[in-house]
Each structure stands twice: as structure tokens, then as C-alpha cells.
């Protein structure tokens, strides 16, 4: 049992099972009560970019609106289970948490005025010199997701009436900054929050069930094998967690699901011309993540170690690879047609971007399930495009390779419960090369 689950009377700084939990069985993650995904750094470096070049120096204030919301979401309820906790404290547990969910480590210099958040290390930024230093000069502060909980962090901390406490992170390493620096002070205006996506509202949602059974039950052992082995991960000393190939971090469904969908919705009213160029970013965000970080745990020892060998065929690599897109909280997948090849179906009951959509806008005729489209592009990449015999690991080369020469893919969402379907479904087949 868990400090997290004990009401935080302890320090959080366990490995990932201490922290997060399996929604079953719908596939999902959560930490307290608030819905998380297990991801890489490819995707979320790649999704912050895309929302970037869509909206410009506006993307900042939706992209930090996310956070705080998301921060606040999760926090809020945690900081209430500990009664008589002072402001120190509070700031305390929020770092802790924080570093365990793989984001880096805050050191907190903040009182009810304002002060200064610092840190070394930090997911994004991190992240980011890592991949492109010295091959893309950067100008920006790129750790929006750290901006908004320290700023929500230190408003729970430091409650007022007048108004809330705001980030600003004026140095960055991503830009070149030796640390991260962010300087809160107190801005006049009140919070907005929005609707949270919960647990609980996931637990209740009327979803229709398929009989697993068969070679579905495989792609469930290989799930829970592996929710025991990201369950064994930890943050370092950086408060970074390095497996497969990549940094993984828990990321908040709200954060990721509520920058695209705010900037979607922003395209649409102002330009809907270049709706399907940022989908199709979208799309390509988790598809470099998923690729990447799929196609890590399945290449690693530890998983050989845990599941066996890597299937010979590619119906056995399918049921693995379903079962760890199911690990890392990204829905109970299936596979309902497979053409090895040809055509993939990939469906689930529920996901989290239609669980966050419905919850926050209600039904829609336009396709919405963005991230199932890419981790469904991911998965028929790894099964047809990379021999797991001969790459290890997978790196940069290897993802830039699928887009070279050989078979190339296309998506379409079939199913969707926005507009009243039962699942949530897409299709993806292989196109003609005309090169």
C-alpha cells in the first residue's frame, strides 16, 4: 500500500507502482483519481511543437492553461488529504510528486507573494537538448507543463481570494540556460477551471464489452506482465525516469487532451482550411512516440525477461504489442481484423480522448480520436517495417527510415462513440507507393 493511497502521510519517492494505478479493465492509468498516460519524450517534444506552429506565441497561454488545470486537478484533492499540512509541506509533496511521475525535480522558493521555482532538469527541456541540441538553435522556454504546476502548486499553497499565483519560466536548458528558473507572482484575475476528467467517471461509463478470450488473452498476460515492470521503474536523481530508449514521464490525460482539443477548436473557427495539417501533426506525434516507445520495450531484455521472446509471427508480435499500448494506459486495445500487410482494425471500449472529449464537449460528427490513429500507424510501422532480430535498439535512424522506401499506411476512423458508435475504432491499410 502507498503513501498516495495512505493520504500522503508519506514521502512519495517509490518506484511507479507506488504511484500509479490500473483502471481495469479499460486500459487506462491513474494517479489519485486523476487520469493518467505512460508516454515518451518523442511524443510529447513533437505534440508541444505542433500545437506551437498552429498557434504561434498564443500557444503558450493554452498550453499553460492545460497544465494549471491539470496540475490543479490533481493536487488540489491530495493537498486536502492532508489536513494541517503547512504551505512548505504542500510545496514539498508537489515536488515529490512531480519527480516520480519522471517530470524532473522543483526546488520551491515561494511564499504567499510570489518567489522563484528552480530546477536542473526538467522532462521537456531535458528532453529537448538531448534530441536536438546543437542541431536547432532554440529560443523559446519550452517547459509549459512544469509553468502551469508550479503555478497551481504554489495557488494551492498559498490560497487568496484576490487572485492566483502565475509561472513564468525565464530560463530554460533547452535554450541553452545552465537551469530552469520560473518567477511566480500574484495576478489579479481569478482561476478558470474546466470540467476534470476522473476515475470514477471512467468506472461508471457504459462501455460494451467483447469477450476476450484466445489470442486476446495473450495480449492481456503480456499487459499485466508489464504493468509489473513499469510498476519496478523510478525517477533518478534528475527526477527523470530512462527506459527503452527514451525518457518516459506520466503525463496527465487533461494536459495532453486539452491543449489539442482547445487547439483544434481554435483552427477550426479561424482557419478550417488547415485543420487536416494539424491532425495530420496530431497523428504523427503519437505515431513517432508510440513507434519509438513500443518498439523499446519490446526490442529490451527486460521485456524478453517478462514475456518471453519477441514473436516470430507477425499475429504474436500484434498480441504483444497490444498488450503493452494497454500497459502504458492507452486503452484496452484489440485487434478485431488483421491482414498482415494489408489492413489493421484497432478498437477499444473507450480511450482517453474520447472519455476527455465527450466529458468536455459533448458528441461530434468530425473524427477526434487522434492518438488512437497514430498508435494504430505505430504498431502496423513496427509489424511490417522493422525486423526485431536485427534492430536494437530502436533510434532516430530507424523511425526515418519507414519514411524512405517500402509500404506506406493510411488511417481512418471507422467507430467513434462521439458520434454514437459503440467503440472506438480505426482502420489502417497499405497504400500503393507511387515514388
Not at 84 to 104: D, I, T, V, Y
Not at 164 to 173: G, P, Q, S
Not at 355 to 368: E, P, Q
Not at 389 to 406: H, Q
Amino acid at each position: 500500500m502507498t503513501a498516495l493511497r495512505h493520504g500522503l502521510r508519506g514521502r512519495i519517492d517509490g518506484p511507479l507502482g507506488d504511484l500509479v494505478g490500473p483502471i481495469v479493465p479499460h486500459g487506462l492509468l491513474h494517479v489519485a483519481d486523476q487520469l493518467v498516460v505512460a508516454h515518451s519524450h518523442h511524443f510529447a517534444l513533437f505534440l508541444e511543437q505542433t500545437i506551437f506552429d498552429a498557434l504561434g506565441g498564443e500557444s503558450r497561454g493554452v498550453r499553460r492553461q492545460a497544465a494549471f488545470e491539470a496540475a490543479h486537478a490533481l493536487l488540489g484533492p491530495l493537498y486536502e488529504d492532508r489536513h494541517g499540512a503547512s504551505p512548505r509541506e504542500k510545496l514539498e509533496l508537489a515536488g515529490e510528486l512531480f519527480a516520480a511521475m519522471g517530470q524532473g525535480r522543483l526546488r520551491f522558493e515561494v511564499s504567499a507573494e510570489g518567489g522563484a521555482v528552480h530546477a536542473d532538469s526538467l522532462f521537456h527541456g531535458t528532453s529537448f537538448l538531448a534530441k536536438y541540441g546543437g542541431r536547432i538553435q532554440n529560443r523559446l522556454a519550452v517547459d509549459a507543463f512544469a509553468s502551469g504546476y508550479c503555478a497551481a502548486a504554489a495557488s494551492l499553497a498559498f490560497p487568496s481570494d484576490w487572485g492566483r499565483l502565475d509561472a513564468d519560466e525565464v530560463t530554460c536548458i533547452a535554450r541553452g540556460d545552465a537551469t530552469c528558473t520560473f518567477l511566480l507572482t500574484r495576478r489579479s484575475e481569478r482561476p478558470r477551471f474546466g470540467e476534470a476528467l476522473t476515475r470514477k467517471q471512467i468506472e461508471s461509463a457504459r462501455v460494451r464489452w467483447e469477450t476476450e478470450g484466445g489470442p486476446l488473452s495473450r495480449a492481456q498476460r503480456v499487459e499485466g506482465a508489464m504493468l509489473e515492470e513499469l510498476g519496478a521503474l523510478r525517477s533518478d536523481e534528475r527526477g527523470l525516469i530512462s527506459a527503452y530508449g527514451v525518457n518516459l514521464a506520466l503525463l496527465p490525460v487533461g494536459y495532453i487532451d486539452q491543449k489539442t482539443f482547445d487547439t483544434v477548436h481554435l483552427i477550426e473557427r479561424r482557419s478550417p482550411e488547415l485543420v487536416p495539417v494539424f491532425e495530420a501533426l496530431v497523428r504523427e506525434a503519437a505515431q513517432t512516440g508510440a513507434f519509438h516507445l513500443l518498439g523499446g520495450m519490446l526490442s529490451s531484455s527486460s521485456f524478453e525477461a517478462a514475456c518471453g521472446p519477441v514473436g516470430r509471427d507477425q499475429h504474436e508480435r500484434l498480441e504483444q504489442l497490444l498488450g503493452l499500448a494497454r500497459a502504458l494506459g492507452w486503452g484496452a486495445l484489440s485487434a478485431p481484423e488483421f491482414q498482415p500487410g494489408r489492413a489493421l482494425v484497432l478498437r477499444a471500449p473507450i480511450t482517453h480522448e474520447s472519455a476527455y472529449y465527450a466529458m468536455k464537449h459533448g458528441s461530434t460528427a468530425r473524427a477526434r480520436l487522434l492518438f488512437q490513429q497514430g498508435t494504430a500507424l505505430a504498431i502496423m510501422q513496427l509489424l511490417h517495417r522493422v525486423d526485431f532480430g536485427t534492430v536494437r535498439p530502436i533510434d532516430a535512424e530507424t523511425y526515418g527510415g519507414l519514411f524512405k522506401v517500402g509500404t506506406r499506411f493510411r488511417v481512418q476512423e471507422t467507430k467513434s462513440p462521439l458520434r454514437g458508435d459503440g467503440a472506438c475504432e480505426v482502420r489502417v491499410e497499405a497504400v500503393e507507393d507511387r515514388w
